[in-house]
């Protein structure tokens, strides 16, 4: 009897064993057991192999639940069938279900959710060498079970895995936080993840304010727009401003005007001093964009249509602080474009881009059909509106501040918590 009960002890530990280590081993942060292994933790190691043959890993410790929970239960009603009679089948059904949610399975698993990445690290080289001892077995089950979802039309050797941008954009998600810091930390991870989804057209200058100079103007007219100007590179242009033929760095120039020394400034080639101009479509990804600036060791690139019109230009900041937000020097036009107001509503001068509202103030307004808040007014109403109209969409009311000719360049922005309830979707 006492050899029984020894028996049915050690057989719930060992469930115990398995429920935590499933619970573990799943749960263990697969970036954290990475980030161990690049140290040299050989346990990372060998946690990292078990993710990797997850169904092997699962079908093991399963398999050993199942054989100590039914071989305890088994023993548990030979004792009570001794004891108690054909009743005791009841009272070893009700004495194992306790033990067994209790202490092979609550306990253990609440351990191992709390605990996960120590707890996998500790037995992963335990469960190694079971998930080894009890292959044979475990191939012939997952065979059968192929087999058997095969015969309901369903292959789970096909079925895709959670992609990997996927899984990084929910655990930024879990990311939690309301403070500044953790939510420029969770902008900085989104827009990092963003740079294959946006093109370089959705977050250009806008040619209209860019800095060009005509290259026919005098040298020393050039000096001088250069020096007013706040910009270490501009592009110059010849006949038209959509003939862009060199750009002009503020440090060439620089060194010619000194190599002057005094002399008259009508004999420099401003021309010659600029660097090739690099044309990029505005279709290209940001991310390909920042590896091209890499490549080229390049900082500065114009924006073309498809029809090879100057459209703007993209610049390595322009990139970072899609990644980081504003990048501020002492040299940079100070110029936001968001005012908040008393009343919560926030003014918006219409360039303003709708990709930095939505990453400052964790916004959803939509970006696939326009890139800035005038642009997105002027989709979704279809129409030049006039000043002072209000429209109501996606639970964001925008109301008409100021327009220069068909240009809307200043709109109120109220958000759904600062703004009444609306049933329509245009006043």
Same mark, same amino acid.
């Given at each position: 009897?006492?050899?029984?009960?020894?028996?049915?002890?050690?057989?719930?530990?060992?469930?115990?064993?398995?429920?935590?280590?499933?619970?573990?081993?799943?749960?263990?942060?697969?970036?954290?057991?990475?980030?161990?292994?690049?140290?040299?933790?050989?346990?990372?190691?060998?946690?990292?192999?078990?993710?990797?043959?997850?169904?092997?890993?699962?079908?093991?410790?399963?398999?050993?639940?199942?054989?100590?929970?039914?071989?305890?239960?088994?023993?548990?009603?030979?004792?009570?069938?001794?004891?108690?009679?054909?009743?005791?089948?009841?009272?070893?059904?009700?004495?194992?279900?306790?033990?067994?949610?209790?202490?092979?399975?609550?306990?253990?698993?609440?351990?191992?959710?709390?605990?996960?990445?120590?707890?996998?690290?500790?037995?992963?080289?335990?469960?190694?060498?079971?998930?080894?001892?009890?292959?044979?077995? &475990?191939?012939?089950?997952?065979?059968?079970?192929?087999?058997?979802?095969?015969?309901?039309?369903?292959?789970?050797?096909?079925?895709?895995?959670?992609?990997?941008?996927?899984?990084?954009?929910?655990?930024?998600?879990?990311?939690?936080?309301?403070?500044?810091?953790?939510?420029?930390?969770?902008?900085?991870?989104?827009?990092?993840?963003?740079?294959?989804?946006?093109?370089?057209?959705?977050?250009? &200058?806008?040619?209209?304010?860019?800095?060009?100079?005509?290259?026919?103007?005098?040298?020393?007219?050039?000096?001088?727009?250069?020096?007013?100007?706040?910009?270490?590179?501009?592009?110059?242009?010849?006949?038209?401003?959509?003939?862009?033929?060199?750009?002009?760095?503020?440090?060439?120039?620089?060194?010619?005007?000194?190599?002057?020394?005094?002399?008259?400034?009508?004999?420099?080639?401003?021309?010659?001093?600029?660097?090739?101009?690099?044309?990029?479509?505005?279709?290209?990804?940001?991310?390909?964009?920042?590896?091209?600036?890499?490549?080229?060791?390049?900082?500065?690139?114009?924006?073309?249509?498809?029809?090879?019109?100057?459209?703007?230009?993209?610049?390595?900041?322009?990139?970072?602080?899609?990644?980081?937000?504003?990048?501020?020097?002492?040299?940079?036009?100070?110029?936001?474009?968001?005012?908040?107001?008393?009343?919560?509503?926030?003014?918006?001068?219409?360039?303003?881009?709708?990709?930095?509202?939505?990453?400052?103030?964790?916004?959803?307004?939509?970006?696939?059909?326009?890139?800035?808040?005038?642009?997105? &007014?002027?989709?979704?109403?279809?129409?030049?509106?006039?000043?002072?109209?209000?429209?109501?969409?996606?639970?964001?009311?925008?109301?008409?501040?100021?327009?220069?000719?068909?240009?809307?360049?200043? &709109?109120?922005?109220?958000?759904?918590?600062?703004?009444?309830?609306?049933?329509?979707?245009?006043?």
């Amino acid at each position: 009897m006492v050899g029984y009960l020894v028996a049915i002890a050690v057989l719930l530990v060992l469930s115990a064993f398995f429920s935590g280590s499933e619970t573990a081993l799943t749960a263990a942060s697969r970036p954290f057991i990475h980030q161990l292994e690049q140290t040299g933790n050989r346990r990372a190691g060998i946690v990292r192999k078990l993710h990797e043959q997850q169904a092997r890993l699962l079908s093991a410790l399963l398999l050993g639940n199942n054989l100590v929970n039914i071989l305890a239960s088994a023993l548990a009603t030979g004792i009570m069938i001794e004891m108690f009679g054909p009743t005791g089948v009841a009272y070893a059904t009700l004495a194992m279900t306790l033990l067994v949610l209790v202490f092979a399975e609550v306990i253990p698993k609440t351990y191992a959710f709390r605990h996960a990445n120590q707890t996998a690290l500790a037995v992963g080289p335990v469960v190694r060498l079971l998930v080894f001892v009890l292959n044979p077995p &475990v191939q012939f089950l997952l065979l059968v079970v192929r087999g058997i979802f095969k015969l309901f039309g369903s292959d789970i050797q096909g079925d895709e895995a959670v992609r990997g941008d996927e899984e990084l954009r929910g655990a930024i998600e879990l990311h939690n936080g309301d403070d500044t810091a953790v939510r420029h930390e969770r902008a900085m991870l989104r827009s990092i993840l963003d740079l294959t989804e946006v093109q370089v057209g959705e977050i250009m &200058v806008h040619r209209r304010n860019v800095v060009t100079i005509d290259a026919d103007e005098p040298p020393a007219e050039i000096v001088s727009q250069v020096l007013a100007s706040p910009y270490t590179r501009i592009p110059l242009w010849r006949e038209s401003a959509d003939n862009i033929v060199g750009v002009l760095h503020v440090k060439a120039l620089l060194r010619a005007v000194q190599a002057q020394e005094g002399s008259n400034l009508d004999t420099l080639d401003i021309v010659a001093l600029a660097g090739t101009p690099w044309f990029i479509p505005e279709y290209t990804p940001l991310l390909d964009q920042l590896l091209a600036f890499r490549e080229r060791h390049e900082h500065f690139a114009l924006v073309v249509d498809e029809y090879g019109s100057l459209m703007g230009i993209v610049t390595l900041e322009d990139i970072l602080e899609e990644i980081v937000g504003d990048i501020s020097d002492e040299h940079d036009v100070s110029v936001s474009g968001v005012r908040l107001q008393p009343d919560g509503s926030y003014v918006v001068d219409g360039d303003v881009t709708i990709r930095d509202l939505n990453r400052e103030f964790e916004w959803d307004l939509p970006d696939e059909e326009a890139a800035t808040v005038a642009g997105l &007014v002027l989709h979704e109403t279809r129409r030049i509106p006039e000043v002072g109209q209000t429209f109501l969409f996606h639970d964001f009311r925008f109301e008409i501040l100021r327009r220069q000719r068909h240009q809307i360049t200043s &709109v109120r922005v109220i958000p759904p918590e600062t703004g009444p309830e609306e049933k329509s979707g245009k006043e």
